[in-house]
């Protein structure tokens, strides 16, 4: 009988675990809280002109790279947090009309809801436009030697 007791509290408890986060989509990751985010936007170069297979990256996310209209869409789950730091790295040479130098974007984000739990909500960003300069733009301040 106590056995059977015992038997039954751990799958009561084991469903009711299992059911927490139902409805959201989103993973438990063990009671730790966590967000979920999305940055998204287009990258440029200094004349306006969309740069395509620029890497775009955070520290809590895969890199993605940007499409021929230099338009990126990063997500990814990390710890809480309202903002971060976004990096874009040219990795094509001059493919893309020179070589770009790595640059980094820090973003605010806005939150749109979803709170469950240790599930604190997804939060976003939207219509982040980057400029990057190539390597050519920046020239020393040479002395005149003659």
């Not at 996310?61 to 903002?83: E, M, Q």
């Not at 806005?110 to 980057?130: D, T």
């Amino acid at each position: 009988m106590k056995k059977s007791i015992f038997t039954i509290i751990v799958i009561s408890v084991l469903a009711s675990l299992s059911a927490c986060n139902k409805g959201t989509g989103e993973e438990d990751w063990s009671g730790f809280e966590h967000i979920t985010f999305e940055v998204a936007g287009v990258v440029v170069n200094m004349d306006g002109k969309p740069l395509k297979n620029i890497a775009v990256t955070t520290a809590y996310s895969d890199t993605v790279r940007t499409n021929a209209s230099g338009f990126y869409k990063v997500s990814g789950s990390s710890v809480p947090l309202t903002s971060m730091t976004v990096y874009y790295t040219d990795t094509d040479g001059d493919a893309n009309g020179g070589k770009y130098l790595k640059t980094s974007r820090f973003v605010e984000m806005e939150f749109k809801g979803g709170e469950h739990g240790p599930y604190l909500g997804k939060y976003e960003a939207k219509g982040v436009e980057v400029g990057m300069m190539t390597e050519a733009t920046i020239t020393p301040d040479v002395p005149d030697l003659q």
